[in-house]
């Protein structure tokens, strides 16, 4: 499989447009010290500042881990992406247009499906956010619930927590007047259609907990019903699609992933709400596999940032299974 080759000279031009200063001192505010900046490592944690940052060399060291390098390194150790996820990241951040080995015209259109798919998700997320702090509906039910579970503002903001209006079709309303194709919404299970053909919004009068990958995008949603009906499922989720594989995703793993390489474990709980939790109380390095049983994939996934698990599950069946 040959996308994703990124040719050398577009590294080359990458790196020329870096300050390799700006860059980390968006991540860890600098101090200057002489020819060089400091501040304390954002890697291990620490009183007094060993991490430097030499502009000239363009390159940055910790004396106390050890850990260094050049810019596309330091995104690396950061954010824990892959050699070419770093690269496609600076990209985007230095708005340099990537130059991957030519695609065919299939792997082209497969590539702008998914990239609609994701497109619509963030859309929907951004949409369940002004459901929950700006409706009627949304505050009166959603935010009164958050605030019953004891989450502050800041937390409910942080994971992006929404709420879905009671109608049988808000967000598909919204969404065709917004101009996005109905097959999308219905490739990513945000609208379901009937026997009869017609469609309507998957999530209905829930709140919405977004799903995010690794590098932060949002690919799916769980949303909690707030009724005491029960015959309505406790939790409804995103069903598999193109950029959501339930088996490959953990939930909360772009806002744990510094904490789990820095603390050197990972907390795995059961649910949403126990991860954010974990957050409210000043607790990062957590994650949960959510409604599946844990998988080798999400072990691997795990395994790129720590070799230790602390699993946190609950003593009945399902938690001990
Ligand atoms: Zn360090």
Not at 79 to 91: F, M, R
Request: aromatic share 12%; net charge neutral.
């Amino acid at each position: 499989h040959m996308a994703g080759l990124i040719p050398q000279h577009f590294i080359d031009q990458l790196l020329n447009r870096i300050d390799v200063v700006d860059l980390i001192d968006g991540y860890v505010p600098l101090k200057k010290a002489g020819a060089n900046y400091k501040a304390c490592c954002p890697f291990h944690n620490e009183k007094t500042p060993s991490f430097t940052v030499s502009p000239s060399k363009e390159i940055y060291k910790c004396f106390g881990c050890g850990k260094g390098g050049d810019s596309v390194r330091f995104v690396m150790d950061h954010e824990k992406y892959s050699y070419p996820e770093a690269l496609k990241y600076l990209a985007q951040k230095y708005q340099i247009e990537i130059a991957e080995v030519e695609n065919t015209p299939e792997e082209q259109a497969n590539n702008n499906r998914r990239e609609s798919l994701y497109i619509v998700s963030a859309w929907a997320a951004k949409f369940f956010q002004q459901q929950l702090w700006e409706s009627e509906e949304g505050k009166a039910i959603g935010l009164s619930y958050f605030k019953e579970r004891g989450f502050r503002d800041d937390i409910v903001k942080k994971f992006e927590l929404g709420y879905s209006p009671e109608d049988w079709d808000a967000l598909i309303q919204k969404a065709i007047q917004e101009g996005f194709k109905e097959e999308f919404l219905e490739e990513t299970g945000l609208s379901v259609r009937n026997d009869k053909g017609k469609t309507y919004d998957r999530f209905r009068g829930r709140v919405m907990f977004p799903i995010h990958n690794f590098t932060g995008r949002v690919i799916g949603f769980g949303g909690r019903t707030l009724k005491n009906d029960k015959s309505v499922p406790k939790y409804v989720n995103s069903p598999e699609s193109d950029i959501y594989h339930k088996s490959k995703v953990l939930y909360g793993i772009y806002h744990a992933k510094q904490s789990i390489a820095k603390e050197d474990n990972c907390y795995l709980v059961e649910g949403y709400t126990d991860v954010i939790q974990f957050h409210q109380t000043g607790i990062h390095n957590v994650v949960s596999s959510s409604g599946t049983a844990l998988t080798s994939e999400q072990i691997r996934l795990i395994n790129r940032l720590t070799k230790n698990i602390t699993v946190l599950f609950d003593g009945d069946a399902a938690g001990i299974r």
